[in-house]
């Protein structure tokens, strides 16, 4: 996994919703080397283009309702574009396959959810609670970005089971 692309999306107006691009803004100033990072309000089809000419893609997003303080899992392309009626907002899933079905891309995908807790709202501030998580998050991605290691660290996710919680201190 020599090039990897970490792409965080929210809304950064509509409070934790901006947990995404907040997390990339970290990892931006962190300059892991070989990582390319990306912020955007929403996924689109274009970014199937850039997942191609990467070996693995992260998803940085907020979670509205995942396990404290995150949680981080494998995603594998869906087994046919199915875009829908618009392409306002694309899931990881689907852009993995555009980037396999038009681009022979081989790219493995994960997706870290920060958990957030005040979406309802407008403001760019995100709240104390999720302040923290977002902490532990940038913790997480960073280490596995740097040792190259998100296969493992998502292997490890899987065997901790849906909704357990990370011990960052062993992460």
């Given at each position: 996994m020599d090039r990897i692309l970490a792409i965080g999306y929210g809304n950064p107006g509509r409070l934790d919703d901006g947990l995404g691009?907040?997390?990339a803004e970290i990892l931006e100033h962190r300059a892991v080397p070989g990582v390319?990072?990306?912020a955007a309000y929403q996924l689109s089809v274009e970014d199937a283009a850039a997942i191609a000419e990467h070996d693995a893609v992260v998803f940085l997003d907020a979670s509205v309702a995942g396990p404290e303080p995150f949680y981080f899992t494998r995603v594998e392309p869906g087994d046919g574009v199915e875009l829908g009626f618009t392409t306002h907002s694309v899931e990881p899933a689907a852009l993995l396959a555009?980037?396999?079905d038009l681009f022979?891309?081989?790219a493995e995908g994960f997706v870290l959810g920060v958990r957030g807790y005040e979406f309802n709202d407008f403001g760019e501030d995100i709240s104390q609670r999720a302040a923290s998580n977002l902490a532990a998050a940038a913790q997480f991605i960073t280490t596995a970005l740097e040792s190259r290691s998100l296969g493992e660290s998502a292997d490890r996710a899987a065997a901790l089971?849906?909704?357990a919680?990370?011990?960052t201190a062993s992460t």
């Open positions: 691009p907040a997390l390319t990072v990306e555009l980037a396999r022979a891309s081989t089971g849906e909704g919680p990370w011990q």
